[in-house]
């Protein structure tokens, strides 16, 4: 089977920096996307990798490492409006678009 | 610019009952895209569409259909409506088909179904 795996819920303080873990295990793999999700509203773009490394994006980071299966997204100097949560989706051999459940991340002051 | 458009916000319907989501988008895009969003479960895709005059079926079609005459709409109907399909509704667009292409979400369809 396909399986995206993120933790469930996270909790960091404002100010303070917190990475975001997903590992996949998918039918080949073609790219990862990182969107945020506020609550009650629709998915955004946030990144994507294809090829291994880091991709930084103002406050925002994504690294992917294909061997491992593995990517996380680094969130810097959080802020109180970063309360959302976090997908990860991988493309596979197909080029269907497969998402993990997500990760609620909390902020608190 | 609007970007893409859902109707309703949400809706409760009686199980046996049909109904239509509508998306549209003025964003010209090729490819639209019907997911499901359940708690504790990643977005499911329903159907999607290419370009306009084609469609196909995603991971999770059974009891839905759409249909794609034009570039900007792309409605989602339930023939028979079953509590199952109560659920968080999101169409998608994106510029080319290809997963690899950033979609564009609208603000989501609620719909519970009794």
């Known amino acids: 089977g396909q399986n995206i795996d993120q933790p469930t819920e996270m909790t960091a303080t404002e100010g303070a920096i917190v990475q975001i873990n997903c590992t996949y295990q998918?039918?080949?793999?073609?790219?990862l996307f990182w969107y945020q999700q506020h609550a009650g509203e629709a998915p955004t773009f946030l990144s994507y990798?294809?090829l291994d490394g880091l991709e930084e994006k103002g406050r925002f980071s994504s690294f992917l490492s294909r061997s491992k299966g593995y990517s996380y997204l680094l969130l810097k100097e959080l802020q109180m409006k970063d309360s959302a949560s976090y997908l990860c989706a991988v493309i596979n051999s197909n080029y269907q678009l497969i998402w993990g459940a997500g990760t609620k991340l909390i902020i608190k002051p | 610019t609007a970007g893409i458009t859902q109707a309703p916000t949400s809706q409760i319907l009686a199980a046996g009952r049909s109904m239509t989501l509508r998306c549209t988008q003025d964003?010209?895009?090729?490819?639209m895209y019907w997911y499901r969003q359940d708690l504790g479960l990643g977005l499911r895709l329903i159907h999607y569409s290419n370009t306009a005059g084609t469609t196909g079926k995603g991971e999770v079609p059974d009891g839905y259909s759409v249909s794609r005459a034009n570039t900007d709409d792309f409605p989602l109907t339930l023939a028979s409506a079953v509590p199952s399909q109560t659920s968080v509704y999101f169409c998608?667009?994106?510029?080319?088909?290809?997963?690899?292409?950033?979609?564009?979400f609208g603000p989501g369809t609620r719909l519970t179904v009794l």
């Open positions: 998918t039918s080949g793999f073609n790219g």
């Open positions: 964003m010209r895009h090729n490819a």
């Open positions: 990798n294809v």
């Open positions: 998608a667009s994106s510029p080319v088909a290809g997963a690899e292409d950033e979609q564009f």
